[in-house]
């Protein structure tokens, strides 16, 4: 399969507009689905490499998408159906891509929304818990002296800690990091999918090993 598939995959995606041109899956979708769970569309779905090794979380409707298109199948279904044009489909739990894609790691897990989960949503400097809107990623090392912006340098930050730290280290503003940002591995990837998709029992035979 070609690279622009593997983009499509791994990427966060715009939301498509649905004005006049909405999908058939979501069209469907919106009328079949049980008025109490009006966010199955949006419900985490886990997406295995062919190898069943566990590379991304997306939507259902994305791997609605991925499994009508042929690049991928389901592994575990929910008891909920979508209907497409003449067939209902069980929601999918887990999807498998059909054929195998190399994926490499630090470019497809740095977002902040997975900063935040690694953080667990704690201020790395004053210890606190917050919701994820009065959180921002604070650069350890600040850009303006170098600071990457990578796993290592980008930490969980209230926007009190923040202000008080402004452009500086973290030693300079008399903070203390609560620990070293870790770096990505194999291990925070399937930390970070754990922790997205924790309700969803069908998941864990290709989590927990
Ligand atoms: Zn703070």
Not at 50 to 73: S, W, Y
Not at 105 to 129: H, V
Not at 170 to 188: D, I, N, V, W
Not at 190 to 205: A, S
Request: proline share 6%.
């Amino acid at each position: 399969m070609d690279s622009r598939y593997k983009a499509n995959v791994l990427r966060p995606r715009p939301r498509i507009s649905v004005a006049g041109n909405r999908p058939a899956v979501e069209a469907a979708a919106k009328t079949d689905v049980a008025p109490r769970r009006p966010s199955v569309m949006q419900a985490p779905v886990l997406v295995l490499n062919a190898t069943f090794e566990p590379i991304n979380v997306t939507a259902v409707r994305r791997a609605l998408v991925l499994m009508l298109k042929g690049v991928a199948q389901a592994e575990e279904t929910q008891t909920a159906n979508v209907h497409s044009a003449n067939k209902a489909v069980a929601v999918p739990s887990v999807i498998r891509l059909l054929s195998y894609r190399h994926i490499p790691q630090q470019s497809r897990a740095l977002s902040r929304k997975n900063i935040l989960l690694r953080d667990r949503n704690i201020c790395q400097f004053c210890g606190r818990t917050f919701s994820t809107s009065e959180l921002t990623l604070d650069h350890v090392l600040p850009r303006s002296r170098g600071g990457r912006s990578s796993w290592e340098n980008l930490v969980a930050c209230c926007y009190a800690c923040n202000n008080r730290k402004g452009d500086r280290t973290p030693e300079e503003a008399g903070l203390q990091l609560a620990r070293r940002p870790r770096p990505f591995t194999l291990h925070t990837s399937r930390q970070l999918m754990r922790l997205i998709g924790h309700k969803d029992e069908k998941w864990r035979k290709y989590l927990f090993y």
